[in-house]
């Protein structure tokens, strides 16, 4: 825990075995972990945990994590939680690192690529709505919201399918919070 504007914050402590990530609500918060905290990991040994990984409001997760996949092997969902974790690989060139990264550096075959993965890490089945919540609020964060409609009732239907195999899922996804910001 460090009080403070992370954005502007300087890591001066050198290479970092584990990093256990819940910062990553905006972009500029995204950018900075990359920036001060993946350039630091060591290739074989350093762990990554990405607390709000199975959470509707922090898609980014998703398109830098499928960006970064060749470097990171996934070792899976921390079970009865939203944390996904990671081990490094492979260093990730520089350059990828300290880039100030937006939607615009994902095209839609990228988004949806990064989405289908992200759920193939998602051990808990049902859980694995909540990364298609993240997938309908990606457009809802970029102003499509017609776009995200329709993700989001292809989701529902899914949801409502899975509910019907599966009486005693009590559980609701976080499905509706994004149906809430429509």
């Known amino acids: 825990t460090h009080a403070g504007d992370l954005t502007v914050f300087e890591w001066t ?13 905006t972009w500029s918060l ?3 972990v990359l920036r001060l905290f993946f350039q630091e990991l060591i290739p074989g040994v350093s762990i990554v945990l990405h607390q709000d990984f199975v959470h509707y409001n922090t898609v980014w997760i998703h398109l830098l994590m499928y960006r970064f996949k060749d470097h990171f092997e996934p070792i899976g969902q921390v079970p009865g939680t939203t944390t996904v974790e990671f081990r490094l690989k492979t260093d990730i060139p520089k350059h990828l690192l300290t ?3 937006g939607f615009s550096d994902f095209d839609e075959v990228e988004r949806k690529a990064a989405f289908a993965y992200s759920r193939s890490l998602v ?6 709505f909540n990364i298609d919540a993240a997938e309908a609020m990606t457009p809802v964060h970029m102003g499509h ?3 995200a409609r329709v993700l989001l009732d292809a989701a ?8 019907k195999e599966h009486p005693q ?7 509706v919070k994004v149906q809430e910001r429509l």
């Open 30 to 32: 995204a950018n900075a």
């Open 169 to 175: 899922e009590r559980r609701r996804s976080e499905l």
């Open 123 to 128: 051990a808990d089945e049902f859980m694995r």
């Open 145 to 147: 919201l017609d776009e």
């Open 156 to 163: 529902l239907s899914r949801e409502a399918a899975f509910k």
């Open 13 to 25: 402590h050198g290479p970092v075995e584990l990093v256990h990530v819940d910062i990553m609500k």
């Open 99 to 101: 880039h100030a990264y």
